[in-house]
């Protein structure tokens, strides 16, 4: 893995040699093909060795190395190497437990609504940030505005879509956005939608749950403020690790976590919910970010799981019977799509179907406002073949 070519990321998404001493570098139980990495990833074995000796080392010593070492350096090191990661910083970023916690913080203690106020969500964000969304109509008097996205999407529509939300409504000031939405793995123009967005005054939380690591991109040119991310999906760490983004000039924007003591106001800290980290899993970080650049970082892991959904799509979008639910723009695709079944009205029954006769493990997530669907998620340790079988599959139950 140390000898990565010096090559275009798209050549190199179609390399099978290198892909394979990718794929060597990972334990995997035999079992179904899996394609549903957009769960969680895998974390290399250098990884689970590495997480395994820490959680080993800080079980044998307790406390002590914790109190003395990593709460006073050990953890600072690892928020920079976070920061360095997202290319922001180290000010801007803390850990937290998922992109969940860190949404959630950041919904629940934006101090900038005053009753009245409009919020914005559209059909394709998490529920669990919806649902916090509309925990704001209770606890701050705001009207919550639900948005539905065109189907199918380009570009201009999704972009239009906010255009005429921000019209229609002009007491809108938040707004939540999802990077790559979960429903269909669409990618969402979100540098466009933030601009436009800033220039209606109404500010933007990004959900990059599924971004990091499989965008290509940073926070800088994407022009939000606020942002939440996980690390065990595209970046390979161990479960339990999100990150926390506030742009530096909008801290004060967010208030201290309701149980804040331990740290000053202006230390971004003060704005993750409190509790006893996952101490083994901050301390893999460093060699999870290794690993992350050495397999080329977002740039070439991008284009490897785009490459291969195209291999799928290609073939099935024409097939009757099969409606692909994600565009080929490649702006608003990545290594997730959806597809669904025109033919049989449940999908949660195809993607059983699609396990049990034809050992392919996919997810049927509730659709968006598009209708329920199945998601096909490749991993970096999927090959070629196992999309060969998932169109063998596609062409027999359509
Ligand atoms: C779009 C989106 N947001 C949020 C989450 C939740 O992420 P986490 O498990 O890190 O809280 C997910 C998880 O799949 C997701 O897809």
């Known amino acids: 893995m140390n000898?990565?070519?010096?090559?275009?990321p798209s050549l190199l998404a179609r390399d099978e040699g290198y892909w394979q001493r990718v794929a060597s570098r990972y334990d995997i139980e035999p079992g179904p093909i899996n394609l549903e990495y957009g769960y969680f990833g895998r974390m290399t074995r250098t990884v689970a060795e590495h997480y395994q000796a820490h959680i080993a080392a800080i079980n044998r010593a307790g406390s002590l190395p914790v109190r003395q070492h990593f709460e006073q350096v050990g953890s600072l090191e690892i928020h920079a190497a976070v920061a360095e990661l997202l290319q922001?910083?180290?000010?801007?970023?803390?850990?937290?437990?998922?992109?969940?916690?860190?949404?959630?913080s950041l919904i629940r203690n934006y101090n900038g609504l005053r009753p009245g106020d409009q919020v914005l969500i559209s059909d394709l964000e998490y529920d669990s940030v919806k649902h916090a969304m509309r925990w704001l109509a209770h606890n701050r008097g705001v009207e919550v505005i639900e948005i539905r996205h065109p189907h199918p999407a380009t570009f201009d529509n999704?972009?239009?879509?906010?255009?005429?939300?921000?019209?229609?409504?002009?007491?809108?000031?938040?707004?939540?956005?999802?990077?790559?939405?979960h429903r269909t793995g669409l990618v969402m123009p979100v540098q466009a939608i933030a601009a436009c967005a800033r220039a209606q005054g109404v500010e933007v939380m990004l959900d990059g749950a599924h971004a990091?690591?499989?965008v290509d991109f940073t926070l800088d040119q994407s022009g939000v403020d606020f942002a939440?991310?996980?690390?065990?999906?595209?970046?390979?760490?161990?479960?339990?690790?999100?990150?926390?983004?506030?742009?530096?000039?909008?801290?004060?924007?967010?208030?201290?976590d309701m149980s804040e003591a331990n740290y000053r106001g202006d230390d971004i800290?003060?704005?993750?919910?409190?509790?006893t980290p996952n101490i083994p899993a901050w301390m893999t970080l460093p060699t999870v970010f290794a690993e992350h650049r050495a397999m080329g970082g977002a740039a070439v892991k991008g284009a490897r799981l785009s490459y291969l959904r195209d291999l799928w799509v290609e073939q099935v979008r024409p097939l009757p019977g099969i409606e692909v639910m994600t565009p080929d723009d490649p702006r608003l695709y990545c290594g997730i799509t959806s597809f669904r079944f025109t033919r049989h009205?449940?999908?949660?029954?195809?993607?059983?179907r699609l396990l049990d006769e034809h050992n392919l493990f996919t997810v049927a997530p509730e659709g968006s406002a598009c209708g329920p669907c199945i998601r096909v998620t490749p991993g970096f340790t999927t090959t070629p073949d196992d999309l060969q079988a998932l169109v063998r599959a596609l062409h027999e139950l359509a």
């Open 3 to 8: 000898d990565l070519p010096l090559s275009e």
């Open 88 to 104: 922001v910083p180290v000010n801007t970023v803390a850990l937290t437990q998922s992109t969940s916690a860190s949404m959630l």
């Open 158 to 181: 999704l972009l239009d879509s906010y255009r005429q939300a921000f019209e229609r409504y002009p007491r809108l000031k938040l707004m939540a956005l999802t990077y790559v939405t």
């Open 212 to 214: 990091l690591g499989l």
């Open 228 to 256: 939440a991310f996980n690390l065990q999906k595209w970046i390979g760490a161990p479960l339990s690790l999100g990150v926390l983004y506030i742009a530096e000039a909008r801290l004060q924007a967010i208030d201290p």
């Open 269 to 275: 800290r003060s704005r993750a919910p409190c509790g």
């Open 345 to 352: 009205p449940d999908q949660a029954a195809m993607a059983r």
